[in-house]
C-alpha cells in the first residue's frame, strides 16, 4: 500500500507544477500505427487503459491519462456522488469507464447518476 501512496503523491504534486502533466504527456506520449481500436463507438489510440482499483474515486484520472493509457477506469465506485464532483471539477483527457460495483445497495440509482460523466460503464459483479 506504501507504493500506492507514494504514486498518488507525486500525481498530485504534478498538479502544482505548472505545465506538469504536459511534461510527463510528452515522456510517455506514443503513437503507433496499428494500435488504434473503436469500440461502441469509442476511438482509443491504443488497446492499453488503466482498470478499476487503482482511481477508486475518480480523483486521478487526468493525472494518469498524462502517461499515455487510452482509458481509466474509475472505481469500484463507492460514493457516487463524490466521483461527480470529481468528473465534473477537470475537463476530461481520457475516455473514462465507471465501475459499478454489485456490493451497493442500489446499482440503478448510481447508473442513473454516473451515466452522463463518463463514457462507459462497467458492471462489477466479483466485487464485493
Known amino acids: 500500500m506504501a507504493i500506492k501512496g ?3 503523491l507525486v500525481l498530485r504534486i504534478l498538479r502544482y507544477i505548472p505545465g506538469g ?7 510517455h506520449r ?4 496499428g494500435l488504434q481500436r473503436t469500440v461502441f463507438g469509442i476511438s482509443f489510440p491504443t ?5 478499476g482499483g487503482i482511481d477508486r474515486k475518480g480523483q486521478y484520472y487526468n493525472d494518469l491519462a498524462a ?26 483527457q481520457v475516455v473514462v469507464f465507471a465501475n459499478l460495483s454489485n456490493a451497493r445497495k442500489n446499482v440503478e440509482r448510481s447508473f442513473s ?10 458492471f462489477n459483479i466479483s466485487s464485493t
Do not use: H, N
Open 6 to 8: 507514494d504514486s498518488f
Open 21 to 27: 502533466r504536459a511534461v510527463v504527456r510528452a515522456f
Open 30 to 33: 506514443t503513437k503507433t500505427e
Open 47 to 51: 488497446p492499453v487503459g488503466v482498470g
Open 67 to 92: 502517461y499515455g493509457p487510452s482509458f481509466v477506469e474509475v472505481g469500484p465506485l463507492r460514493g457516487v456522488t463524490a466521483t461527480i464532483g470529481s468528473l465534473k471539477k477537470d475537463q476530461k
Open 113 to 122: 447518476l454516473i451515466y452522463d460523466f463518463v463514457d462507459a460503464i462497467v
